[in-house]
């Protein structure tokens, strides 16, 4: 309960993301592996017809929703089956995805030329890229944060980028940060914003007015339990 004491299951996967969802967790990461499980010790390796590499699952609260490299989207309804919705042969890869129950949005960058892109749905079987612009930045994950009806994103170098349900505006918010890094994740609690990454974490209680602190460590994901964030 702590999250101090840990128990190994298995290395036979390369995992990259977690989601509980619909009574069971569904993980994704290399070379297309989705893995199920019911309880997080016992895993089933599920088909997901992709060899790419897979950074980021949803649970919509009706499909998963998974994304990762050449702009790949893949949905299941139940974890065990999926559909092909979206693949470029690109540079693109889609790291993050988070869904407000009314639209999905999927969001990533290409590395080489620093272009963000960010791609909505209302369905997870069609899908219309919103935001395209050179940046000089990235995008390594995105929330979506009902008591303030927006969705939150967060990358390099630091970059913050909120938009409402919508998803198709969104608005650069981080100029208040103060520090330089590359953030990959940000959580919220119900007061409080908090975003993790690599040399840099940083604070805000709205989404748009930010705290930077540099850092001598490195995370590449964050949680809020309920009583504190991990």
Known sequence: DSASVWHEVSRAYGLHRLVWGNNQYVGVGEGGAIVTS??????????????????????????????????TILTSPDGENWTLRMYE???????????SGTNIVAAG?????????????NDGINWGNTYHEELAGSLNSVRWVAKHN?????GGYPLVLTSSVTGAN????ANSIGVPGELADVAYSGSNYAAVGYGITAV???????????????AAGI????????
């Open 38 to 71: 019911p309880d997080g010790i016992n895993w089933s390796r599920q088909n997901s017809g992709s060899t790419v590499t897979l950074y980021g699952v949803e649970w919509t609260g009706t499909q998963y929703v998974a994304v990762g490299m050449h702009k």
């Open 89 to 99: 042969l690109s540079g693109m890869t889609l790291y993050g995805v988070a869904s």
């Open 109 to 121: 960058s290409e590395y080489s030329t620093r272009t963000v892109e960010i791609y909505v749905s």
């Open 150 to 154: 927006q969705y939150v994103a967060v």
């Open 170 to 173: 969104w608005i650069k918010q």
């Open 204 to 218: 805000s209680t709205d989404g748009i007015n930010w705290t930077g602190t540099t850092t001598n460590w490195g």
């Open 223 to 230: 949680v809020w339990s309920g009583n504190r964030f991990v």
